[in-house]
């Protein structure tokens, strides 16, 4: 098995070779717009205002992420609806409890829905388009109920979940069957057994299980659960289109 080091670059690599290919990089450079100051209008709650023990690294202000470029300009804070974000701090609160030397390490939370259009567009025609929502209705993130994290040491490093964040591969799924309404199928009895199997299958590592294990286990718990295919996002039990009915788009 490849190490986490070399297939974390591999995938990197072969990402933006995929979207140099398709010819999208002609899009326009974050502009101006101050987020911060958006977020706060809409309503959104600044997640280590709430709990300053959470750690915030968002990878879209860097070029570490699959489109390999800064998508938020000056935006470092991550931003949430307050219910959603409640439930984030619910899980930091179980993880400490259980491991004090460990923390929440967040990479992306509520996401602008013109840096989503811009993200599609970079991903149309390539075969990264299905992991990149509909930039004509939006996804989670762009309703401030969707979030990217890890579980990390105090001092910001973050624990080995045998896959990097924005790898879109087999190694970052947490369940092989599509996502639906029915609780039934996203239990973290389920998620466990799909992550065991890829241990067993020499696909990810014991520890890097037992890490992401640790992780479902805190999310769960708290009341959320992941995307089928990366480990790293969670979100509510509840169909898109009550979150569309329920939740403001961020539509700026």
């Known amino acids: 098995m490849l190490s986490s080091r070399y297939t974390r670059l591999l995938w990197r690599v072969t990402a933006v070779i995929v979207i140099l290919l398709s010819g999208s990089r002609a899009v326009a450079q974050p502009t101006a717009v101050d987020y911060d100051a958006m977020m706060v209008e809409y309503g959104l709650v600044d997640i280590c205002e709430m709990d300053s023990t959470i750690l915030v690294e968002l990878k879209y202000s860097t070029?570490?992420?699959?489109?390999?470029?800064?998508?938020?300009?000056?935006?470092?804070?991550?931003?949430?609806?307050?219910?959603?974000a409640r439930k984030v701090l619910r899980a930091q609160q179980i993880l400490r409890a259980r491991h004090p030397e460990y923390t929440l390490l967040i990479y992306d939370a509520t996401r602008p829905i013109s840096v989503?259009?811009?993200m599609r567009r970079m991903v149309e025609g390539t075969p990264l388009q299905s992991f990149v929502a509909d930039g004509s209705r939006g996804g989670r993130h762009n309703y401030g109920v969707g979030v990217d994290l890890t579980i990390a040491t105090l001092d910001g490093e973050p624990l080995d979940m045998g896959a990097a964040f924005d790898e879109f591969s087999e190694a970052s799924a947490v369940k092989a069957t599509p996502d639906t309404g029915d609780a039934n199928s996203r239990t973290i009895t389920v998620f466990m057994e799909y992550v065991e199997a890829l241990v067993r299958r020499g696909v990810i590592g014991e520890v890097q299980g037992a890490n992401r294990i640790l992780l479902l286990e805190v999310m769960c718990e708290a009341g959320l659960v992941p995307y089928r295919r990366e480990w790293w996002h969670y979100e509510e039990l509840m169909p898109m289109s009550t979150v569309r009915e329920r939740y403001r788009l961020l539509d700026f």
């Open 63 to 84: 070029d570490d992420n699959f489109v390999g470029r800064d998508m938020y300009g000056s935006l470092e804070r991550a931003y949430l609806v307050e219910r959603f």
């Open 116 to 118: 989503q259009r811009t």
